[in-house]
């Protein structure tokens, strides 16, 4: 069996009164690409957010690499935490490119500042992101002056820059256009196919149902199921998954 | 009776004195005023209860005050009551116009980094960077850009206020004035004459802020 990345026990997530996570158990798996689906504001953001520890989980135990990084509260220094967020690249439903910086300087921020690489190293390894995502041209292009596919691609390669041993999705392609969002996945498609450990929240069930070698259905904060994309996609077992998938097949 | 400017043309080395030091004193101001209102802004801003309610304490009650009245307690106030801390009047100003215009800046700045989306700290977040880092590499340079044309305007009214330190005796534009006009007997005149003065750096000023931030939305989003 594979190592485990990251171990996740009876995690609950509270907002003023409302629950959005339940006691959510949840491992990955190095090599796996893991796709949550569920309806919106089921707490599959939130979930992920948690791995990172950018949302802080109200109860519940993270490891990752078997080590305890929280236990009903964060285990971990400031700049122990901050090491750990360069181990998991993220990429946001809405790109967050710094607008400040142009596409280079995107990339090439946490290495420099964060990760203390030479600046020459940092920008050959960023070229050779951007042409593994298909925007060599635009190297020094500004984010105000790229479409919104070519934004997660830049977004992507950003969170790749760092050199993390998963990805985590938060809809990727939630905020495109339709036009724009076959790249975004083709550039996905490739990165599970070169072994990247992968976490994808998304609503794209026919390239969950292709890329993913584990898919979990979440509703209302709990992981209702999970399996793979054959068992869940085409046996279903739980009355609420049939539903949801009744509804978006 | 009518207006005779002819008479003040033997004053006009006096008139561009007083402007120098009005310039040289608004330029400290809003230099210091942003070295102290930039972190006040931060301070402001933290999660921190105790710590925010100190900075916006001190904002509050710097806006809440007449200036004149800061000047005095520095220029007056704290010499009377501490014998033995000495300010020179031009000091005194400086301080004054300094504090005052931190406490604006503050309000200005925190204004500008709460209009930056979140999920731009939270992406610096993600990369690694820490929370001061992210600050000086991606919110605050956003943040300045975005409230340049407010920073523009504190400072064309430090150039305005800061004639209140002619009260202290320090040769600003406003109290040439007022020495070249009580010396001539030509009020009106001088007045009229000083009023152009600062108008024209006023007007300068906000034309170049004007410029610069054409030019930052040319170059950036």
Not at chain 2, 139 to 146: D, E, F, S
């Amino acid at each position: 069996m594979a190592n485990k990345l990251i171990e996740i026990n009876n995690l609950n997530k509270v907002f003023g009164n409302l629950k959005v996570l339940k006691n959510v158990n949840f491992d990955v798996y190095e090599g796996e690409v893991v796709v949550i689906i569920g309806p919106s504001g089921s707490g599959k953001s939130t979930l992920l957010k948690c791995l990172n520890l950018l949302q802080l989980p109200t109860s519940g135990q993270i490891s990752y690499h078997d080590e305890l990084i929280f236990n009903n509260k964060c285990l971990l220094s400031h700049s122990k935490l901050q090491n750990i967020r360069t181990k998991m690249g993220f990429v946001f439903q809405q790109f967050n490119l710094f607008n400040n910086l142009n596409v280079m300087e995107n990339l090439t921020l946490s290495p420099i500042n964060v990760l203390k690489r030479n600046k020459e190293d940092a920008i050959n390894k960023s070229l050779e992101l951007l042409k593994k995502v298909g925007l060599s041209d635009k190297a020094y292009a500004h984010p105000k002056n790229l479409s919104g596919g070519q934004k997660q691609r830049v977004a992507i390669a950003r969170a790749l820059a760092i050199n993390p041993s998963v990805m985590l999705f938060d809809e990727p392609t939630s905020a495109l256009d339709p036009e724009n969002i076959k790249e975004v996945l083709e550039v996905m498609r490739n990165l599970a196919l070169s072994g990247m450990t992968m976490v994808i929240v998304t609503h794209e069930m026919a390239f969950a149902k292709e890329i993913g070698t584990r898919v979990i259905f979440m509703d209302e904060g709990m992981i209702v199921e999970e399996g793979t994309p054959n068992d869940l996609f085409n046996h279903p077992k739980m009355e609420r998954t049939k539903k949801f998938l009744n509804a978006v097949l | 009776m009518g207006l005779d400017f002819s008479i003040l043309q033997d004053y006009i080395g006096l008139f561009l004195q007083g402007l120098g030091m009005t310039l040289l004193i608004s330029l400290i101001t809003v230099l210091f005023g942003t070295i102290i209102g930039t972190p006040l802004a931060l301070i402001r801003l933290s999660k921190s209860k105790v710590i925010s309610i100190i900075a916006t304490s001190y904002i509050e009650i710097i806006r809440g005050t007449p200036l004149l009245l800061q000047l005095y307690i520095f220029a007056y106030g704290i010499p009377l009551a501490f014998p033995f801390i000495r300010f020179s009047p031009f000091v005194a100003g400086i301080i004054a116009l300094a504090l005052n215009s931190s406490a604006y800046v503050a309000e200005i700045v925190r204004s500008g980094i709460q209009s930056i989306d979140e999920g731009q700290l939270e992406a610096a977040k993600s990369l690694g960077l820490s929370y001061a880092l992210s600050m000086r590499k991606v919110i605050i340079p956003q943040a300045i850009k975005n409230v340049l044309p407010s920073l523009g305007n504190e400072f064309v009214t430090v150039v305005k206020e800061s004639s209140i330190v002619s009260i202290v005796g320090i040769a600003d534009l406003m109290k040439v004035t007022n020495t070249i006009s009580s010396q001539k007997f030509r009020l009106f005149e001088a007045l009229l004459f000083a009023a152009l003065l600062y108008f024209i750096v006023t007007f300068t000023i906000s034309k170049l802020v004007n410029y610069i931030e054409r030019k930052l939305s040319v170059s950036h989003g």
